[in-house]
């Protein structure tokens, strides 16, 4: 029988590392000594021989003290450091904690990551304007927060590097991920009719219901229709997206016929839409149920519990770190990725008021 062979820390340690960079989460320079031992929870001392064990096995090279070490690719090709814009959706998407995880981690594998100037949304959508900005911007690849079709479509068109995080990527040539929500809206939509709720009011975003309804608004739609709920422009309305326009169409809602069930696509919508109720007495769930397509940290704090939609961030991230490996070195990577979603049923839904 062979003696078993135990790793030493660093061994283990460089064996991660490696693992990590066949994966590509990393490209052009490797993050520093003390960046990858708070990444890591080791100290400095094992992460050191860790870096020169990869050193000793042609993966890395050094490059001097006091700087990264350089990541040798494979098949000797040559990754170059990217300049890499994120272009956000609305102007406050910087400060989502998973797309500052994706800036951070896009730096340390050597690139330069930066938010574009104006958002989707500072520049009305239009593709024109975002055209305009995309080619005064010094940047060798972008990532699309959101976009619409129209939007895409542009950017595969003018062949400019670049990856759909969410938006209407269906059957375009673009690197893309985003959760599946197909399930769990179907879920949601499910357990409210079960509750007998019948006017069930979905509140999205131009760019999920524009040209035709995206893939979890059709689910939406097709639940409704095969428990035999007539579907139409009440289920899910147009409306102006602006402060005044969600104003307007909840007002109208409100009016004559009010739903009795709403499903609220993003965290910020969410919110417009409980102060609109609460400002009218209309309380949750006693006269309307709430769900929200997406979690938000804020919702922990939140009595009764949110009803919601969640999914992991993480792998979205890792993703996109891959595909920004990929193309330094001149790969292509048009693949497009559905990740997991799940529906969380909270305190927000109850049975249809009589």
């Known amino acids: 029988m062979n003696p078993i062979r135990l790793l030493s820390a660093s061994a283990q340690v460089a064996a991660?590392?490696?693992?990590?960079?066949?994966?590509?989460?990393?490209?052009?320079?490797?993050?520093?000594?003390?960046?990858?031992?708070?990444?890591?929870?080791?100290?400095?001392k094992t992460v050191v021989g860790a870096l020169r064990q990869l050193e000793k096995d042609g993966v890395l090279e050094s490059q001097g003290q006091g700087r990264n070490?350089?990541?040798?690719?494979?098949d000797g090709k040559t990754a170059r450091p990217m300049r890499i814009a994120l272009l956000g959706h609305e102007p406050l998407v910087s400060t989502e904690g998973?797309?500052?995880?994706?800036?951070?981690?896009?730096?340390?594998?050597?690139?330069t990551a930066f938010f574009a100037k104006k958002s989707s949304q500072d520049l009305g959508m239009d593709v024109a304007r975002i055209s305009s900005q995309v080619r005064q911007t010094e940047a060798d690849a972008w990532v699309i927060c959101s976009g619409s079709r129209g939007v895409l479509e542009w950017f595969c068109e003018q062949q400019v590097v670049a990856f759909a995080l969410f938006g209407r990527r269906e059957g375009l040539p673009i690197a893309a991920i985003g959760p599946d929500k197909r399930p769990p809206v179907a879920a949601a939509t499910r357990q409210l009719i079960s509750l007998g709720h019948r006017r069930i009011v979905l509140v999205a975003r131009r760019v999920r219901r524009m040209p035709q309804p995206g893939r979890s608004e059709r689910a939406f739609l097709d639940e409704l229709d095969a428990h035999g709920v007539p579907v139409g422009d009440y289920n899910l309305p147009d409306w102006e997206e602006t402060t005044e326009g969600l104003q307007e169409l909840l007002t109208s809602l409100f009016r004559v016929t009010p739903p009795t069930a709403m499903i609220i696509d993003e965290a910020s919508l969410f919110a417009a839409v409980q102060q609109f109720l609460a400002a009218r007495g209309i309380r949750v769930p006693q006269h309307v149920s709430l769900i929200c397509t997406d979690a938000d940290p804020t919702f922990t704090w939140c009595s009764p519990s949110i009803s919601h939609i969640r999914w992991d961030a993480g792998p979205v991230i890792r993703r996109i770190v891959r595909w920004a490996a990929t193309v330094s070195i001149g790969g292509k990577d048009v693949k497009q990725t559905l990740t997991a979603a799940e529906f969380v049923p909270g305190g927000t839904i109850g049975p249809c008021a009589k």
């Open 69 to 74: 070490r350089r990541i040798i690719p494979p």
């Open 98 to 111: 998973y797309l500052v995880e994706l800036q951070h981690l896009l730096i340390a594998a050597g690139h």
């Open 16 to 44: 991660h590392l490696r693992t990590e960079l066949d994966r590509g989460r990393w490209s052009g320079g490797m993050p520093g000594v003390n960046w990858l031992a708070a990444e890591l929870g080791v100290n400095r």
